[in-house]
């Protein structure tokens, strides 16, 4: 059995999107080695139920549920929220990962594609937090976390559609958080934005390439000159989602090696 750390998020009650790898699997192993109930979601039911029991095992009992998830299905987001609120008892922290992308510059990309990567990316995020709000203002201090990306403010003209819903989250992450403010409400609501992480998304690299010449291109914008780690994000996921935060809204966390400052 894993070993549990200091008890940074106890008494939390997580939802996790696009939690059956990456980054999602990654913040809700972290958030429950920390002390928080944890509820997974992702389109892949199977595996985000493996990755549960997984959890579920390194902890002895039960800490973690999942559930099967469209992030675009406005109605499914009203009934895993419910559900989730229901099996911990509520819901303190949304953590918004799911998340696709699309190859195209603007006249390549078609409306088709520019609406599937806006419905995961942005529709999603909207959709959650606007129902998952009631939620959140009766487990005070509650913390909205969008993963966006440093797409959102270094941009490649190949990416055109992911570029535009990352900056998308970032501006949205922002309006919540300052309406959050308004109403006096304790929530707080900030965006991650990762530079390239070692997750399934960028093996084709090292499919295609060799390790070094792989590591070289990916690398060649980020001053520490090495990749991120999925727990290098997980662990800006639980400061945000701990009380040591408290102060922390409208921000964005960019988890890049330097990469948006050169």
């Known amino acids: 059995m894993t070993q549990v750390s200091a008890q940074r998020v106890a ?14 699997a990654a913040i809700a192993r972290m958030l429950a ?40 299905d406005e109605e499914r987001w009203q009934a895993v929220l419910a559900e989730a609120a229901a099996a911990m008892g509520g819901l303190s922290v949304l953590v918004n990962n799911a998340g696709i992308g699309a190859i195209g510059g603007v006249e390549s990309l ?4 520019w609406a599937r990567v806006m419905g995961v990316n942005v529709d999603a995020i909207y959709l959650g937090c606007k129902y ?54 304790d929530i707080r609501c900030n965006s991650i934005h990762p ?29 520490l000159k090495r990749l991120g780690e999925v727990d290098d994000v997980a662990y800006a996921a639980l400061y945000l989602a701990s009380d040591e935060s408290r102060y922390i809204t409208a921000a964005e966390l960019r988890v890049d090696g330097g990469a948006s400052a050169v």
């Open 11 to 24: 008494g939390k009650k997580a939802l996790v999107t696009g939690a059956a790898g990456g980054l999602g």
């Open 33 to 72: 080695r920390h002390g928080a109930q944890v509820f997974l979601t992702d389109i892949d039911e199977p595996t985000v139920r493996a990755v549960a029991h997984a959890i579920n095992t390194d902890h002895g009992r039960t800490v973690a549920r999942s559930a099967q998830q469209n992030v675009r």
């Open 110 to 113: 078609t409306p088709k594609e």
């Open 132 to 185: 998952a709000l009631p939620l959140l203002k009766q487990n005070p201090p509650a913390s909205i976390i969008n993963i966006s990306s440093l797409a959102a403010f270094k941009v490649d003209p190949d990416f055109t559609v992911y570029n535009a819903s990352k900056a998308a989250v970032a501006a949205l992450s922002k309006s919540i958080a300052i309406d959050c403010a308004r109403q006096q409400v």
């Open 195 to 223: 530079a390239f992480i070692r997750t399934g998304i960028v093996e084709p690299f090292f499919e295609q390439l060799d390790e070094q010449e792989a590591l070289r291109k990916l690398t060649r914008g980020i001053p």
